[in-house]
């Protein structure tokens, strides 16, 4: 469903994801990715969420990142993704996490879902992100300081 939700975002290209990576990222002996997976009534998946933790030092306390959301076409409407997102909230309730958080694309359909449940759109903070040769080029100055002090 991961390469669904990419072709869904109009990227399928740039989804690698295995199956492989993904069972080792949800179930090593100390997995940082954890996952939901909703199902019909014959039992077949419909749609997931993949989460992991994040801190907020102001509060305090950790929260949920929500790093995808996705129901397959034919059971939007269904109430799945509403009680994906539920049982996420309720993780945040019992572990007294202060905050679910998630980005969407800027043109999804779900904004007004999102709205619908008392979501925010946080619009004072701007994402930013280091990948590819940028991010190995600031990764060699880490290595190359590292060498001159010995460590």
């Known amino acids: 469903m991961v390469h669904e939700l990419a072709e869904y975002e109009r990227a399928p290209d740039e989804c ?6 993904l069972t080792s990222a949800l179930f090593s002996t100390a ?12 039992d077949e998946p419909i749609g997931f969420a993949l989460w992991f933790l994040n801190f907020s030092t102001w509060a305090g306390v950790h929260g949920v990142y ?7 076409p034919a059971a939007r409407g269904t109430g799945a993704g509403r009680l994906l997102l539920a049982t996420l909230a309720d993780i945040c309730v019992r572990r007294d996490y202060r ?8 043109w999804n359909p779900a904004a007004g879902f999102y709205a619908s449940i008392g979501a925010q759109q946080m ?4 994402p930013y992100r ?3 040769d940028a991010l190995r080029e600031l ?3 880490a290595t190359a300081a590292n060498t001159r002090s010995g460590d």
Do not use: N
């Open 130 to 132: 280091l990948s590819g």
């Open 123 to 126: 619009s004072e903070w701007v």
């Open 16 to 21: 690698h994801l295995t199956t492989d990576q």
């Open 66 to 72: 929500l790093e995808d959301l996705y129901v397959r």
């Open 139 to 141: 990764a060699g100055q």
């Open 99 to 106: 905050r679910l958080e998630w980005w969407m694309i800027d």
């Open 31 to 42: 997995p940082a990715l954890f996952g939901h997976v909703a199902v019909d009534e014959r």
